[in-house]
């Protein structure tokens, strides 16, 4: 069993920054990926940033140079720091952590992005 938890959404303005935060738990013996996806209504879910255990990092261009992915592999944790927000990075966020037993992901982490 794997638990996977967000913590750090919420309400900011324009041009500001929030850090999210995700802890894996549980039966975890080797985890390749540790990312954060996002899904805005009437949106599909899409890729934000991954991050590999060797810190080989990808993010979606509209976040390039905004975002920064950054993990703990002896805590199992994965940051996604946030600056410059846009309205339209307004969506819930999900952690999703791929180990060598499957695919898991967080329960989301609503940002709204609002002046």
């Known amino acids: 069993q794997v638990q996977v938890v967000e913590s750090g959404g919420g309400l900011v303005q324009p041009g500001g920054s929030l850090r999210l935060s995700c802890a894996a738990s549980?039966?975890?013996?080797?985890?390749?990926?540790m990312g954060w996806y996002r899904q805005a209504p009437g949106k599909q879910r899409e890729l934000v940033a991954h991050?590999?255990?060797?810190?080989?990092?990808a993010y979606v261009d509209s976040v390039k140079g905004r975002f920064t992915i950054s993990r703990d592999n002896a805590k199992n944790t994965v940051d996604l720091q946030m600056n410059s927000l846009k309205p339209e990075d307004t969506a819930v966020y999900y952690c999703?952590?791929?180990?060598?037993?499957?695919?898991?992901w967080g329960q989301g982490t609503q940002v709204t992005v609002s002046s």
């Open positions: 549980g039966s975890i013996f080797n985890i390749y990926l």
């Open positions: 999703n952590v791929q180990t060598n037993r499957g695919s898991y």
């Open positions: 991050i590999a255990g060797d810190s080989m990092t």
